[in-house]
């Protein structure tokens, strides 16, 4: 046997395969971390021996698949060994916080060939989805053990519930002015409430990575000025040919920059429900130290406008949101089934709003929810017309301002989801959504949507 073919029968028992020779690992950090490096560099010579992911041959994508599988399963072990002491190194003992893009980096140069490094990353991104190595995996699989871990996920989780710097440099300004004006959102403090409005005008307001970070960032100094008590989501007007000249709330993930490999997993589809989302719900941590209760955060009420339609994550936002207005004719859905993709921690939150059967039918089933439906009421605390939908909302604003509002929140919140409820399903939907987005399914329906996309513009382009 060669020396590679060695490598890969040892690397083959590491991942559960009966070959009947000895575990690769032996429970050693030091040791341990010299095999794993080991059995990385060698999967990385067989990738590299491959022609580049467009241009390799069926046989040689399913070597590739073997390779990949292998050395995960390495990893694998390693983490289930090992976690805990590479989290503990990456944050000295717990006393650091680095936020989630951080802690992935510093464990690629920590442990190498434990997640991809920077350069393999940096290359990855010039591919479209269909066409990259699938490295991302790796780094769900990582974030999904940290997650798993009480100690090491815990810790995690509440530091991404810290402010970020950007919204730190921002306060002063804000608290002055009332008003900040970030690439994508726009916040404005009126009176008692902070209206954070969507503006990503052409997509419909649809997520990128950009309104994510700015996102991140406007609720944050929501939650910083201690002026306001109450929070307001709402979709600006867009220029989208099919709604132009319209508020809409949010079209979810921006389907096309995911068929071109510009939605990232750790910045965007993990980032995103550990940063904002999750702050909606469960407030911002202000005070890290250890030992204290609810005096560590502030949380407060927030309200979602809905105007036109709420889809995928969108929705999404929904369900951590204490108080939703809807303009008649609109409708909500979360189309998980037709994207292929897992709908962030909507599987989480549904079903206590809306009852199991109804859940599955949504999230399984596509099924919409329109303000005219008798199942209405689950998703939408009122329905207005359009023109009423302003006055509607300060109507809530003035019903969430009363100071108990944000103390008896937080108590319905803690019995909701407890977070360390959140932390167990986001460590499964960190694995789960990896693969999700690499799948075969997944790729091939964002590539017909975006042909067809192309079509249809194509087909405007030559009418005019």
Not at 289 to 295: C, L
Not at 297 to 306: C, D, Q, R, S
Not at 357 to 386: F, H, K, N, S, W
Request: aromatic share 4%.
């Amino acid at each position: 046997m060669t020396t590679q073919g060695s490598h890969l029968a040892s690397t083959r028992a590491s991942s559960g395969t009966p070959t009947g020779a000895p575990a690769a690992l032996t429970g050693g950090f030091d040791d341990d971390a010299r095999r794993l490096a080991a059995h990385a560099a060698e999967a990385e010579q067989a990738l590299a021996a491959l022609p580049s992911v467009p241009g390799r041959s069926s046989g040689e994508r399913a070597r590739a698949a073997t390779v990949h599988a292998e050395v995960r399963g390495v990893r694998r072990d390693f983490l289930t060994r090992h976690t805990e002491t590479v989290y503990a190194l990456l944050t000295d003992g717990l006393t650091r916080r680095p936020r989630l893009p951080e802690l992935v980096d510093a464990a690629a140069d920590r442990v190498p060939g434990l997640l991809p490094t920077r350069e393999q990353m940096a290359a990855e991104r010039r591919f479209v989805q269909a066409e990259k190595e699938g490295r991302e995996i790796d780094q769900g699989r990582f974030c999904a053990a940290v997650l798993r871990s009480p100690t090491a996920g815990r810790h995690l989780v509440e530091t991404m519930l810290g402010p970020t710097p950007r919204a730190l440099e921002l306060l002063d300004g804000f608290r002055a002015e009332g008003r900040a004006e970030l690439d994508t959102v726009h916040v404005e403090r009126r009176g008692a409430a902070a209206h954070v409005e969507f503006r990503n005008p052409r997509r419909l307001n649809a997520e990128n990575p950009r309104l994510i970070a700015d996102l991140d960032t406007a609720v944050d100094l929501v939650l910083l000025d201690d002026t306001v008590r109450v929070g307001v989501l709402r979709g600006g007007i867009v220029d989208h040919p099919a709604h132009r000249g319209r508020r809409v709330f949010s079209a979810g993930v921006d389907l096309t920059d995911l068929r071109d490999g510009r939605i990232p997993l750790v910045d965007f589809l993990l980032g995103r429900e550990l940063g904002y989302v999750n702050k909606l719900l469960h407030g911002l941590l202000t005070d890290p130290a250890p030992g204290a209760g609810s005096e560590r955060g502030v949380t407060k009420p927030w309200i979602g406008a809905v105007d036109t339609f709420a889809i995928g994550g969108g929705m999404q936002l929904l369900l951590a949101l204490d108080h939703v207005v809807a303009e008649e004719g609109a409708y909500v859905s979360l189309p998980a089934a037709e994207e292929g993709i897992v709908p962030g921690v909507g599987n989480l939150r549904l079903t206590r709003q809306t009852g199991s059967r109804l859940a599955r039918q949504i999230v399984l089933g596509g099924r919409r929810i329109a303000t005219t439906d008798p199942e209405a009421p689950t998703v939408y605390d009122e329905v207005v017309p359009t023109d009423r939908m302003d006055e509607a909302v300060e109507r809530a604003v003035a019903g969430l301002s009363a100071p108990a509002v944000a103390a008896n929140r937080r108590m319905l919140t803690l019995a909701e989801e407890p977070l360390d409820h959140f932390r167990a399903y986001l460590a499964e939907f960190a694995f789960a959504q990896a693969d999700r987005a690499y799948a075969p399914d997944v790729l091939d329906k964002v590539e017909r949507r975006w042909q067809e996309r192309e079509r249809r513009r194509a087909a405007r382009g030559s009418r005019t």
